[in-house]
């Protein structure tokens, strides 16, 4: 157990649909980021918050949004879903807003759109 | 834009041998790197990282050489075993900003 919980594990729905992918990161720390995998692809840096705050933006499409709340939680909101979005999601956490410290990934949210 | 390059998407070994893991990156602003190890069905995990003021980190069985002027890291594993048998990326960060290669499947065999 890595300290990084995400949930759900398995997701499949249709397309068009919205779902949410939740993400609590390690306990003290401040960042929390979303990574995108797709099949034979490396990770793809979608957003990172700091402390509720939004702090980065990668390649994340206008469909997709990201919110970190109070408790430091942070939800990954996917809209208008299509085939390709189908892919493994990530989170990680880290205790300061640089990489220098590395990520605490969690085991990350499969979703299948059909 | 791929600014983190790993160019080879499987390497297999023999246990005991070494295992030479490469990676070549495009932005000269990047100031840490780091390798993670990914088995199936887990996140990523952290395995080695250097900065880049260092040109060779050690931990173990694990070394990282960092080739500044050629934009090119490696990640060498000494003796290799077969429990090292996992996918390997390779990340270069500048502040918060990290990008990761497209990962290295690395087989080990007994």
């Not at chain 1, 993400?23 to 490396?42: A, I, M, N």
């Not at chain 1, 390709?84 to 499969?110: K, V």
């Not at chain 2, 048998?85 to 087989?107: H, I, K, Q, W």
Request: aromatic share 12%.
């Amino acid at each position: 157990d890595s300290g990084v919980t995400q949930t759900p594990k398995h997701l499949i729905t249709a397309t068009g649909q919205r779902v949410t992918l939740r993400c609590s990161p390690r306990s003290g720390d401040l960042s929390v980021y979303w990574y995108q995998q797709s099949l034979d692809q490396g990770l793809q840096f979608l957003i990172q918050y700091y402390n509720g705050e939004e702090r980065a933006k990668g390649n994340i499409l206008e469909r997709f949004s990201a919110q970190q709340f109070p408790d430091l939680h942070s939800e990954l909101n996917l809209s208008s879903l299509e085939l390709g979005d189908s892919a493994l999601y990530f989170c990680a956490s880290s205790p300061t807003d640089r990489a220098d410290y590395g990520y605490t990934f969690g085991s990350g949210t499969r979703l299948t759109v059909v | 834009d791929q600014q983190v390059k790993q160019n080879s998407p499987s390497l297999s070994v023999q246990e005991g041998r070494i295992s030479i893991l490469n990676c070549d990156y495009t932005n000269s602003m990047f100031d840490y790197f780091l390798w993670y190890k990914k088995y199936p069905a887990e996140g990523p995990t952290f395995l080695i990282s250097i900065s880049s003021i260092k040109d060779k980190n050690e931990d173990g069985r694990f070394t990282v050489f960092l080739n500044k002027s050629a934009k090119h890291l490696s990640l060498h594993i000494v003796p290799s075993q077969p429990g090292d048998s996992a996918v390997y990326f390779c990340a270069a960060s500048e502040g918060a900003d990290m990008r990761f290669g497209a990962g290295t499947r690395l087989t080990v065999k007994p």
